[in-house]
């Protein structure tokens, strides 16, 4: 009786081991597969986030939707200037004072143009795609307008996506439970996001591990 009880003791350790083994080592296999995954979607959203600060640079606000945003990359340029400081002569002083008197100003020189494509995406054609979720057949959500700060309107933009998304076929408890992570070296909240729709900000929710979150 007492060899029974014994190999029943060592099957329910090797059971409990086991499992405790799965769990451990499944949380290990989600965590590795979620940076992955989170990478990619931030490398998109570091796209579409030059594109946006590109966009409001030159027209004073955001792109509302993707379609506005890839045509303003495939038609606009930078203007390259070059400011320099000089020194001329400041007539109404010389009047004033009988004396030659000169004062600084600054000129801005035009010295070209170069495509926001060429300049942001190093010539490649990738921001055409930058609106698709990789991995999956969904795309970023994206929206701009403005917020009251001081009473006056300042323009602002955000892009997204949920975890739920990115991570569709993973275990929910997984999912659940990454959802409410709180760390500075995490995502946190139920979004991988840049800008905000609801305060002055075009910086993404993602650790520097990542990739720069701020523009």
Do not use: C, H
């Not at 926001?116 to 995406?121: E, F, G, K, R």
């Not at 990789?134 to 009251?148: C, N, Q, R, V």
């Not at 002055?200 to 990542?210: I, K, L, M, R």
């Amino acid at each position: 009786m007492k060899i029974v009880i014994q190999l029943v003791l060592w099957v329910v350790i090797g059971v409990l081991g086991y499992l405790l083994f799965d769990a451990v080592y499944g949380e290990v296999k989600f965590n590795d597969l979620k940076v992955v995954r989170y990478q990619k979607a931030v490398d998109k959203l570091i796209d579409i986030q030059k594109g946006q600060m590109a966009y409001k640079q030159l027209n004073g606000k955001f792109a509302n939707n993707f379609d506005e945003l890839v045509k303003f990359i495939d038609t606009a340029e930078f203007t390259l200037t070059e400011r320099r400081d000089t020194l001329v002569l400041d007539e109404e002083a010389t009047r004033r004072y009988r004396v030659d008197t000169n004062k600084e100003i600054t000129i801005i020189d035009t010295l070209g143009y170069k495509s926001i494509a060429d300049s942001l995406y190093q010539g490649t054609d990738r921001y055409k795609t930058m609106m698709n979720v990789p991995g999956t057949d969904e795309k970023f959500e994206m929206e701009a307008g403005t917020i009251l700060k001081s009473d006056v309107p300042i323009p602002v933009f955000e892009a997204k996506v949920s975890k739920d998304v990115l991570l569709a076929d993973q275990p929910k408890d997984y999912v659940t439970k990454e959802k409410q992570v709180l760390s500075v070296d995490g995502v946190n909240g139920a979004y991988l996001s840049v800008g905000s729709m609801t305060k002055v900000s075009t910086a993404g929710n993602w650790p520097q591990s990542y990739g720069d979150n701020d523009e």
